[in-house]
Structure formats: structure tokens, C-alpha cells
């Protein structure tokens, strides 16, 4: 069976539609929990699903040093090891080295860098990114690059998309033909329209299966990243999956959307649930609030997740503040609900040509803010 | 309907039966997951259930601290609370004040402390100790007593066995005639036959809903509490149920059954669970442990619990050395499912009449040790 992405709605710059893969169908506009290191924190992958995902994240950086692309190769691929038989979008490491890991040294190679868990060295270079994903056995592989931090001078972002466009060459070369497995290139340019243009004109030379909006969402704020969003997404080809990574917020994924972006993933749903904020349609909701101690409804009124079917507020409240487990597992759950239940929505608002009201709707319940306090 | 226990069969000392309450039976003998602070740890209600469990322990000391037992039972109790619908056994706070709390002050009325949470100051009493219970909802309520710190002298053990049999008395008059919750009684007197006698006989004059062994399982040995109960729970009512508090290691249920216990109550499964400890019929496997890292077999071979059937021994391995909560969840879950495994083996084969071989082959499988490195 071919990947193979097919759109069966749009509404303005929106789309809806599906991606077919090998292991299963995701559904797109589509967001993906992130399984950083084989897990998604505080879930078991049977009530992932259960919140409607259809394709997990997994971090090539995390997985490679801990416990190693090989050694889950040897036990079966990532989907065995970790108990998730649809499909897994893997990112290639890039972004990952430059945020977690230390004593990086950048050539036109590749990286070299230590190890944030026990500081041994590791080289990552576009071939060993895609022998890594290969291993891991991810169906949407993606192309190593690299991302500059931003602040960073046009001169720097331009160096660093140019770099990446000639990484994203050598990564489809590596990669070769894997029937059923797809390859996404990563658009770079930072907030330059120019750049941006150039860097999709290299990456539709190449051609891949899917490609990425990268270097967004790194600080640059709603603004700036709409912004790039109201052109970058048409730079790409219209009948490829486009994936805005590490995005976002609620609203910065409904304006994604709107824009044309197809595909999603961010630990903010789950990492939240950890620290007590849940995420509902009247906005987020911070659980360790005193004000929720003696309340007997549920998180969010409606909501057919565990967290809000079979607890109060009241319970969420004492679990969270007495650092239970529970408190991390049932906001995890709620949260990631959350998003999938939006993504819904969305996906049916541009099939039925109203996405302009629902996204109407959806900001006038955030603005209600929290139930009224008891 | 009544509290009431039901014995249906005999094996030398042993019994298996059931205690039947408004909220459900428990089948005996039973092993009581703990829920400490309104969760066993790790786990949601609904999995504890799917292990087998029939009935949750709850601790007042925890409970009266945070969130309270007045705001448990403004929220409907502790059932509702922690979405737990078959019986609860709470303890009566007197053990854990003199484990946790700080500023302890006894007194015939009672025990003043300050909590280990905030330092706020508290006083626990027979009769407020009752109260709380009544509060939260408790199905089997314990009556409050005090547990001296052993090593203790013989005069120290007998004052503090004569203060819990007069604050057993007070806990009765309080309880009141309560139908369809019980109210268990505690035997105290250390390691002294003729203590332990005096404690059985003022209990039975005042009259229980069942017996709790009381006093053992803090640092005595497996020995010397097997000594005492080679005789106290012949000293108990042979019609109600014996509860062996605290207690324990599988060997030391299955010894403690066989001298004729019907209910136990234990962190360790849970606890174990959190540290990578995992409890088999072959013995405890410490999943941290380097030989497991590329071992694809499960934890326990046969075992259908969610750890065992979807997961390898190094995959168990990863996300316990990662820290991820699923490694908690996952060991959690297999040893509350091994725990009850165990007492279902025990029930059946005190029904069968073949108590001696079912342990004799108990031992024999320890023995064998965990399975043979790969």
C-alpha cells in the first residue's frame, strides 16, 4: 500500500481530508501527540487512541541515545517496542541536538554533540538520521536539518536554510525508495518571505511526500508565525501534506488551519497535564487553584474523557496538589481529548464550508473564560 | 442488606469465603490494594478493579488531612470521590500518627500531632477517629488504637495492648448501629501469647464485626510474626473475619494464611511498582537491572495483565530508567494483578482441600528464581 494523502474538502485556504499509510489512515487537519521516549508521558497508547489520535511522534534524538535505534530495531521497530501499531511520524534529531544536547560542533557533515543524559558523544548527520528513523521503523520520516535560534540576522538564517536545503538533498538520497514509508522535507527561512520562497523552489526540486513549515513556533510569537503562515503554506505543493511542527496553543492551531496547515504535534497538552492546566473550549484552566477545592463539577461539563466523566473538579484539585500519579494520567487524557475534539471540529467545519463561523464560535467561548467559581 | 462473612470452606487453620456488604463481596482471603490519599497510586479505579481486586483500603490520616473528610463528604464520600464503588476499609489514622506525624502528645483522651504536610495541629480520639470514618463513607471502619514502637518492653506493650482495648470500647460506643458497615476490633500485645490472649478476650466481650491482628509487621521478623501466628488468630472469633494489617511480602500472606488470616492489606505491590520491582510467581525481578535491556520477553509468562501482554522486559526496562510515569503504571498494574492471582491460587485451593501441596509448589517456584538471562 502507497502513502498517499488525499483532500476531500477545503474551505478558503483550509483543507480536510486523509493520509492513507500502511498502518492505518490519519485524518487531517490532524494532531499528533508527542511520545518523546517511546511514551506519551502518563498514557497507555490504548487511551491515546481512545482520545481519537491517529499517529504518534516519536524524537530521534531521545530514542537514539536511550535505549538506541538498534537495540529497538532488534526487538521489533519502535510500533512493537512501544505498543502502537498506527502510524509514527519520527523528526530527524536536528532541532532536539540543538536545544537538549552540548558540546555541539556544527560542520556542512553534520553535528557532533554530548549527550544531555550522560554526556557521551554522538555525531547525527543527514545519512545517520535516516538510518536511525529507518531502524526505528517510523512511517513519516523527517529531513535532518537545522534550525538557528532566533534572534538571528538575515545573513545567519540564510546561511543556515541554505544548509539545510543541501542536508535536505542528501537526507532523500539516503532515504531512498521505501514503498509505503514517506519523507518530508522542512522549509526553513526564518520570518524572511524571500527566503521562504527560495528554500520551497530547493525542497520541490527534490520532491518529497510531504513537507514541513520548520523553524516556527521557536519564540517569534502568534503574530510573527501568522505572518509567515499567510504565505509559507502556498509556497508549498497543494496536494501535499503540509505540517507546521511543535505548534501549539489552541488558537495557534486553529489559525494554522485556517491557513492551510495540515498536520500538527506539540507536547504542550500532555506536559500541561502534568502540571495540573487543563485545556478546555472556554480556555485553559490551571487545577491547583484553591477555588477548585470544593467543586463538584467536572473539568469540562460535556466532555466524555475519564478525567471528566467520573471526577470533580474538586478531585483533580487534591490529586494535583498532592502530586498524585493519577493527577498527570487523568489531565493527560483530558488534555489530549481536548486537542482531538478540536482537530474534529475543525475537520468538520471546513467539510461542511462553515469554518469561518465555527472559528468565530470558538473564540467567542474562550473569551466566556472558566465556568463561573461556585 | 448486612455485613456479613461467610465461611465455605476449611483447610487445616485456613478458610475461604466471602464477606457480603451493601457494596459488594469480598472473597476471602483477600488482598487490599492500598489507596492512600484517595488513589492507589498509578493506577486508575476501573484498573484496580480489572486485577481482581474486590475492596480498597483508605488511610484517615491521610484523608482527614488533605482534602479532609468534612470535604470528602460534602462531595457525596470517599467512593464518589475516587470513583470507587465496592467497599472501602479505612484504617483509624492511630498507626500513621505515630509513623508520619510530628509533636505527638498520647494521653488517655487521645493523640494530639501535627501534620507532616503543613505542621498544622490535629487530635485524633476514638471517638473523632469514628467520626471521620462515618465521614468518608467507610464500609469497614478499624477502631483507633495505638501501636507501640517495637523493640518495647513487656510492661510498655501491656499499658499500651490495656489503652487500645478501652479506646476499643470508646470506638464501639461511638460507632453506634450503623447496618451494613462493620466496625473491626484490633488485638494488641506485641509478641506475648498471654497479652495477646487478654487483648482477645476484652475484644470479644465487647463485640466485633471482625478482628484485626494488630501490632505485627513492624520490623518483628517473618519468624517471630508467624510465632504469634501460630496461636492469636485461634485466640479471635472463629466466625468473623481476621485481618492481618500491613502485611505483606506474597511468602508472608501465604504463611499467614495458612494459620487461618482472611484479609490483608499492603503498599508493597504499589510501592515496588514505583521503584522498578516486579513480583512474580518466580520471585521479585528488579527491572532496573542491565540483563533485561535486551530481553524481549515479558515480566511474567502467562500473565494477561496490560505490562505482560503488550510488553517486553526491556521495554519495561527503558521507561523505568527513563523516569516515565508508564513504568510506574505498567509494574503497578502487574503487581496488583500478581497479588491477586496469588489469593485467587490461595481461595482455590483452600476450596479444593489442597492448601499443603498449592504452597509446597509455591515455594518450589520461588525457589527456581527468575527466568535465565537471555
Given amino acids: 500500500m502507497k502513502f498517499q494523502f488525499d483532500i476531500s474538502a477545503r474551505d478558503g485556504c483550509a483543507r480536510s481530508g486523509r493520509i492513507s499509510t500502511p498502518r492505518g489512515e490519519i485524518c487531517t487537519p490532524a494532531f499528533m501527540p508527542v511520545g518523546t521516549a517511546a511514551t506519551v508521558k502518563a498514557m497507555l497508547p490504548e487511551s491515546v487512541r481512545a482520545t481519537g489520535a491517529d499517529i504518534l511522534l516519536g524524537n530521534t534524538y531521545h530514542l537514539m541515545l536511550r535505549p538506541t535505534a538498534e537495540r529497538i530495531a532488534a526487538l521489533g521497530g519502535l510500533h512493537k517496542f512501544m505498543n502502537w501499531d498506527r502510524p509514527i511520524l519520527t523528526d530527524s534529531g536536528g532541532f532536539q541536538v540543538m536545544s537538549l544536547a552540548s558540546l555541539r560542533k556544527l560542520t556542512e557533515e553534520g553535528v557532533q554533540f554530548s549527550s544531555h543524559i550522560d554526556g557521551s558523544k554522538h555525531v547525527l548527520t ?9 531502524l526505528l521503523g517510523s512511517d513519516i520520516v523527517m529531513c535532518f536539518d537545522e534550525c538557528p535560534a532566533l534572534p538571528a540576522d538575515r545573513t545567519t538564517i540564510a546561511a543556515s536554510m541554505e544548509l539545510s536545503m543541501r542536508w535536505a538533498q542528501r537526507s532523500r538520497d539516503a532515504f531512498g525508495d521505501r514503498p509505503g514509508h514517506a519523507l518530508f522535507g522542512i ?3 526564518g520570518l524572511e518571505p524571500d527566503l521562504r520562497a ?3 523552489e530547493k525542497l520541490r526540486a527534490v520532491g518529497f511526500d510531504g513537507y514541513a513549515i520548520g523553524g516556527l513556533a521557536v519564540g517569534e510569537g502568534q503574530a510573527a508565525m501568522f505572518g509567515v503562515l499567510d504565505y509559507a503554506p502556498g509556497q508549498l505543493p497543494e496536494d501535499k501534506p503540509r505540517y507546521l511542527m511543535g505548534v501549539g496553543k489552541p488558537d495557534d492551531i486553529v489559525g494554522a488551519v485556517a491557513r492551510g496547515v495540515d498536520m500538527f504535534d506539540c507536547v504542550l497538552p500532555s506536559r500541561s497535564g502534568r502540571t495540573g492546566q487543563g485545556w478546555t473550549a472556554r480556555g485553559a484552566v490551571n487545577l491547583r487553584n484553591a477555588r477548585h477545592r470544593d467543586d463538584p463539577r467536572p473539568l469540562e461539563e460535556g466532555c466524555d474523557c475519564p478525567a471528566c466523566r467520573s471526577y470533580s473538579r474538586a478531585y483533580l484539585h487534591h490529586v494535583i496538589k498532592s502530586d498524585e500519579i493519577i493527577g498527570s494520567m487523568l489531565l493527560t487524557w483530558h488534555n489530549l481529548a481536548y486537542y482531538q475534539s478540536l482537530m474534529a471540529g475543525l475537520r468538520a ?4 464550508g462553515r469554518l469561518g463561523a465555527h472559528i468565530a464560535a470558538f473564540h467567542a467561548t474562550r473569551a466566556l473564560g472558566d465556568i463561573e467559581p461556585l
Fill in 198 to 200: 527560495a528554500s520551497a
Fill in 349 to 352: 467545519a471546513i467539510a461542511g
Fill in 126 to 134: 543527514p545519512e545517520r538520521s535516516m538510518e536511525i528513523q529507518k
Fill in 187 to 189: 522549509q526553513q527561512g
